[in-house]
């Protein structure tokens, strides 16, 4: 199978692309806007975390929004919708720049358009415009550092030693995905020795001095209440939620945080939300790591030596760091749509700027049933990437037909139909309550 074959043979994958990201877009905009005054909305709780009770980890976004807020006399949550629009906007702006022009063939494109990556933050949105979605702007822009024909390369050393602290700044867990990062200046500045490996490494000193301070010197309840007392006097708003749990920080309110999100639960339960997620990370991650299995590292670097020439050894190995996301959180779901992301963006960033070989021929041999039946393809494409979605928190279900609720839901919302009781009797709206809404 060569990179031209089956799903670019009958679509343009440009055209399917921007026409995607333009409707998320849309609705990300309709959505952010209608919940941006809901009193316990998870986004806005985020957003408002800020330093007016002192220098705390996550508040550097939030007194920025403050602070315009202020000079504008202007309403803090319209302030923060009007950034979330502008940064979600621009993330996809930068996801279709990288994979525009792309070699696409059917299983780029079944992993590009997995349900957990660009369509999860709208199928559940909850957890549209967090805070990862600087994470996500920040490492597209180091990539584009990286393209050979940018001739900004000079660039990324500063890159990572100046923006990346800010970063931490604004959501501290990117220290986590630093090995991505790593990853990529090692495949681009071809890292062979273990000395340059750790100059490389150096780069990070500044943002890894930051998150410690965080955790060294965490939020008083002094600095809690200072926190709540300007949010109230300055925009009559209350610290709820991702604000209010910034007091977890000692030990005693740490436990307490993990009695609440495993107390509740039996083991039988816990063993469930586990095979859950395994499924849905087999599921959903099974296309970019097909094709990460079948990809070898071009030319030598460090990971050479250590024998992670297959690229899917490679990622499970960056994914190490992560777990712990998975232990002392709830929200598996962000969890997974934030490896999925950076796991996306790593395994094209190989793909595109020619660091890998990959075996199409294999591969071809494995996706024979698609040859020549363009009907079964597009079916299987639809079901897969519009059919499911996982949930933000751990013990979510698994939600069905995205394809349908998000329209349905969004048009709810523009046009008022919450309250639309018509037929609500009828066993089609019945089914349609119980099983769609």
């Avoid at 990346?164 to 604004?170: A, D, F, H, R, Y």
């Avoid at 816990?270 to 790591?289: D, Q």
């Avoid at 639809?382 to 349908?404: E, H, V, Y």
């Amino acid at each position: 199978m060569n990179n031209n074959t089956y799903f670019k043979n009958y679509v343009s994958f440009n055209k399917y692309l921007l026409l995607y990201l333009l409707i998320l877009g849309f609705f990300a905009i309709i959505h952010l806007y209608t919940k941006h005054t809901v009193g316990n909305d998870s986004t806005i709780s985020e957003w408002i975390i800020n330093y007016q009770g002192g220098f705390i980890r996550r508040g550097f976004i939030g007194e920025i929004c403050f602070h315009i807020a202020k000079f504008f006399n202007s309403d803090l949550r319209f302030i923060i919708f009007l950034l979330q629009s502008t940064f979600y906007l621009l993330f996809l702006f930068l996801t279709f720049k990288f994979f525009k022009n792309i070699n696409s063939n059917i299983l780029t494109s079944f992993a590009i358009f997995t349900p957990i990556f660009l369509l999860y933050p709208i199928a559940e949105v909850e957890v549209l415009a967090r805070k990862e979605i600087f994470l996500y702007i920040y490492f597209l822009g180091f990539i584009f550092l990286c393209d050979p024909k940018s001739n900004n390369e000079k660039y990324i050393n500063k890159y990572v030693f100046l923006i990346t602290p800010i970063i931490c700044l604004i959501y501290e867990e990117v220290v986590l995905f630093f090995p991505f990062v790593v990853a990529c200046m090692v495949f681009q500045k071809q890292i062979k020795t273990f000395n340059s490996f750790f100059k490389l490494c150096l780069l990070f000193v500044p943002s890894l001095l930051i998150v410690m301070y965080f955790f060294l010197f965490p939020m008083t309840d002094v600095n809690h209440a200072l926190l709540v007392q300007s949010l109230l006097i300055n925009f009559n708003e209350t610290c709820y939620m991702s604000c209010q749990l910034m007091i977890a920080n000692n030990i005693n309110e740490f436990n307490a945080l993990l009695k609440y999100i495993y107390g509740r639960a039996s083991t039988d339960v816990i063993i469930t939300w586990i095979i859950r997620y395994f499924l849905i990370f087999l599921v959903g991650f099974f296309p970019l790591l097909l094709l990460a299995s079948h990809s070898k590292i071009k030319g030598s670097n460090i990971f050479s030596y250590l024998k992670l020439t297959n690229i899917m050894f490679l990622m499970f190995f960056l994914y190490l760091p992560i777990i712990p996301l998975f232990i002392f959180g709830g929200d598996w779901g962000r969890w997974t749509g934030m490896l999925i992301s950076f796991s996306t963006f790593f395994y094209f960033f190989l793909y595109k700027f020619n660091h890998i070989n990959v075996d199409f021929k294999a591969l071809s041999e494995k996706l024979s049933l698609f040859k020549n039946r363009k009907k079964l393809t597009v079916i299987i494409f639809i079901i897969f990437a519009f059919g499911w979605n996982q949930k933000t928190a751990m013990s979510g279900d698994i939600a069905t037909n995205p394809l349908w609720k998000v329209p349905y839901n969004t048009s709810k919302r523009i046009f008022g139909w919450q309250n639309f009781k018509i037929l609500q009797d009828h066993p089609l709206s019945i089914w349609h309550k119980k099983i769609i809404e």
